[in-house]
């Protein structure tokens, strides 16, 4: 996927707000997208995302795209539950409702280790809940405050969500973002530091569509990783496109019926599994 031609400018500062003042002007206020989003956070509504991931690596380019559709629940000041559909190589490929003590999965292919009657798998671990969109956390309101902070471009653009939006464009390291994420891995693999630390180094190109009320509607991030982490010479590169609709919308995420929910207790495996 073409992420376009990246565009770089004059660096821009972002302000929380703006008081205008004359001798017949009431002071107004520029919306502040980290205060949009806390507020979100702390409602009761949720969020709805799609995303379209791409890795493309080797001389021929050849590549791999994987796609998801999410709906995220909001509340306490984060993301309370997620109902996640993926699919890598056919349409709905599996789902996940995700709570954050708990994880029920389900795939299109039915796994033959699963109790006769049910279709759902239950497994409990603590989860951490957020919107990504590639290596940035957007429903960290630090993350992307230090984000917008390294906007170097910013111009109208199109209207997504039925809103029209502003395109702020920059850059942030993978350090810089490993600070803001110690969970954060390079090639899934490894934290950028120690051996591992010239990695911190390396850009992470980012853009973001935001609507009058400041919520993000689109992001777009490019980032070269590392093959391997031994063969740091060639390089894959990694895209995202994450689309957000639905900001505020009344959500309210179940667990699958508990007659079709095996525990991983129940699952049967034989010799050849």
């Known amino acids: 996927m073409s992420m376009g031609r990246w565009t770089i400018g004059p660096a821009l500062l972002l302000t929380a707000s703006v008081s205008v003042v004359g001798p017949h002007a009431e002071a107004v206020t520029r919306p502040d997208p980290v205060a949009a989003l806390k507020q979100q956070l702390n409602g009761h509504g949720g969020v709805r995302q799609s995303s379209v991931y791409r890795s493309v690596w080797g001389p021929k380019k050849d590549h791999v795209t994987s796609r998801s559709r999410a709906v ?7 993301i309370v539950a997620m109902d996640l559909r993926y699919s ?3 349409s709905g490929d599996s789902r996940s409702i995700i709570f954050p003590d708990r994880a029920y999965g389900w795939e299109r292919d039915r796994p033959d280790y699963l109790p006769a009657g049910k ?13 990504a969109c590639g290596k940035i956390r957007l429903s960290d309101p630090v993350t992307l405050q230090h984000v917008l902070a390294t ?3 910013k111009r109208p653009a199109g209207v997504y969500d039925g809103t029209r939006t502003t395109l702020y464009e920059g850059s942030i390291t993978i350090g810089e973002l490993y600070k803001l994420n ?16 010239s990695y911190a180094k390396l850009p ?3 853009r973001l569509w935001l609507g009058s009320d400041q919520l993000v509607r689109r992001c777009q991030t490019r980032y070269d990783e590392p093959d391997s982490l031994w063969n740091v ?3 894959d590169l990694q895209t995202a496109d994450v689309r ?3 900001w505020g919308d009344a959500i309210d995420i179940k667990p699958p019926p508990a007659e079709l929910v095996a525990t991983v207790d129940e699952l049967v495996f034989s010799d050849d599994d």
């Open 151 to 153: 906007t170097t471009v």
């Open 182 to 197: 110690p969970r954060l891995w390079v090639d899934d693999l490894e934290k950028p530091t120690g051996q591992y630390a």
């Open 233 to 235: 010479k060639d390089r």
């Open 88 to 90: 890598k190589f056919s």
């Open 72 to 78: 995220y629940e909001f509340g306490g000041g984060g």
């Open 204 to 206: 992470v190109k980012w």
């Open 119 to 131: 279709s759902w798998i239950l497994e409990t671990k603590k989860n951490d809940l957020y919107l």
């Open 244 to 246: 957000f609709s639905g």
